[in-house]
């Protein structure tokens, strides 16, 4: 029933802690991890003579045995989930991507898109360089390991960044140690923790805590971090005029548990909520949450306008990557599987729907059909974020522009296309006013259509429209 929400690219984990299981701080990592992508996972380990990898297709859980991670042995360990497309699936875009290169073996564990990805891998391909993969996380490790002639892998990663253009949090792997990079924007998140003297570092703070870390610090945009069990050794810092942290981390993407960039997600969402209510406040009877994305939104809601909070659609949290699509006649008769509505609860009430965002509007449709088959006297639908006008190049799968639907309807059209009573979408201004005076350190690109890097391979639409469908991104 979800499917009508922008996807994730992925989630990547590091750690460095010697005389522990690193394979398996990764492997409980990555599970706290798993929100940022279901199609794969995979990890690798060095152990200060080699690396070792084992990935493949689906869930932490169905790619990981006990065996499996009981071969893994090392000091240092990177991995990475990547998030699930509609199309096919592709083994041989899993992550980490290992690689022998002239000065040894290199892994590495890619969050984020390059909107200059397609120029760079056409220059490394006229130049003879061969890909395995189609992501934009080998035109990084193919850059990284040509630029490092000279033995100093740091200064590498910095020729890297000064020609790669878009969002890019890595982890790379040695044999003797990670190197942590966030690009100067600092679109996708990254931080690092402390654990048993030892080094964890993470897309997000949920899974510092999941191994049991204690949060350190966010790893500054632009900067090339050594983590090695020496310590870790910041080599340089990229600047830029500005930062431009992606904003629907906060509304959908990330953990509420998690803290990014000095905000709690869950606490920017309630207050998300709150404003909301200043902005529209129709005559209804309950606040009721789309879960699980539109929950901390609505109990916001509820607490600014004194409105009852009511769960007045349940979930079912067992319904995962291979659920079996109902056939179109049973889909008519009413199979309810995913989502469901709580007849007791909204039936003959003014009813406020509270969701995060809204891409096609299918699914909204139907939740609104659904509430009113429930009995529900009206249906008012709340989105905390604004409309989405404008794809994502940096790394999240917002779909293509033609079937976002606030691209091409006004808002009355909307409201009428999912057949709400109201529809309300919480303006940009509000949205910006919950980050105070950090509101313009965030990308807010897809509700405005001003992107802070340029898109360079933006007239590749062929390249871009496949970037979106094979899961490019990393
Ligand atoms: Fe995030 Fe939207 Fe910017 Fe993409 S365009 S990074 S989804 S805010």
Redesign the pocket.
């Known amino acids: 029933m979800h499917a009508d929400k ?1 996807r994730e690219a992925c989630g990547i984990f590091g750690v460095c802690v010697p005389g522990q299981d690193v394979a398996r701080l990764a492997y409980y990592g990555l599970y706290a991890l798993q929100h940022r992508g279901q199609e794969s996972a995979g990890i690798a380990v060095a152990d200060g003579r080699g690396v070792m990898l084992h990935k493949g297709m689906g869930l932490v859980a169905e790619v990981f045995s006990d065996e499996r991670l009981t071969a893994l042995k090392g000091f240092l360990a990177i991995g990475h989930v990547r998030y699930s497309t509609t199309g096919a699936s592709h083994p041989v875009n899993a992550q980490p991507l290992v690689f022998h290169c002239g000065r040894g073996m290199l892994g590495l564990a890619h969050n984020g898109n390059l909107s200059n990805g397609f120029t760079l891998r056409r220059e490394l391909l006229d130049s003879g360089a061969v890909f395995q993969t189609t992501t934009d996380s080998e035109v990084l490790i193919n850059l990284i390991a040509r630029l490092n002639g000279d033995r100093n892998l740091p200064a590498a990663i910095k020729r890297c960044m000064a020609k790669v253009e878009g ?1 890019y949090s890595l982890i790379l792997l040695t044999e003797e140690s990670i190197y942590v990079v966030r690009d100067p924007y600092g ?1 996708r998140p990254l931080c690092i923790g402390e654990l048993g003297g030892g080094w964890v570092v993470a897309s997000e703070s949920c899974a510092l805590d999941g191994v049991g870390a204690r949060f350190v610090r966010d790893v500054t945009p632009g900067e090339i971090l050594e983590v090695s069990p020496a310590g870790l050794r910041t080599h340089a810092v990229e600047t830029v005029p500005r930062r ?1 942290h ?4 906060y509304i959908y993407f990330a953990r509420p548990d998690s803290t990014l960039d000095g905000f709690n997600v869950g606490r920017v969402r309630r207050e998300m909520g709150r404003q909301l209510a200043r902005e529209f406040c129709p005559p209804v009877d309950i606040v009721v949450p789309v879960p699980d994305s539109g929950t901390a939104a609505a109990r916001g809601y509820a607490e600014e306008s004194g409105l009852v909070f009511e769960e007045g659609l349940m979930k079912n949290r067992y319904v995962g990557r291979t659920f079996i699509q109902p056939l179109q006649q049973m889909r008519d008769t009413g199979v309810r599987i995913k989502l469901n509505p709580v007849r007791e609860a909204v039936a003959g009430k003014k009813v406020l729907l509270v969701d995060d965002s809204l891409v096609r509007g299918t699914t909204s449709g139907k939740i609104v059909r659904m509430l009113r088959e429930a009995g529900a006297a009206e249906v008012y639908y709340c989105l905390s974020s604004p409309p989405i006008i ?1 794809s ?5 799968d ?1 779909t293509n522009e033609a079937e976002l639907v606030a691209a091409h309807k006004s808002v009355a059209e909307i409201r009428q296309h999912i057949g709400a009573d109201g529809l309300h979408y919480l303006s940009l201004e509000g949205l910006l006013r919950v980050f105070g005076d950090k509101a313009q350190d ?6 405005t259509g001003e ?2 890097v340029k898109i360079r391979d933006w007239g590749v639409g062929k390249f871009a429209s496949c970037t979106l469908a094979l899961g490019v991104s990393g």
Not at 246 to 249: D, G, S, Y
Not at 442 to 447: I, Q
């Open positions: 922008p969002a679109f431009a992606c904003v629907f981390e404008r994502c190049y940096y790394g999240i917002t965030l990308c807010v690109a897809c509700f992107y802070p």
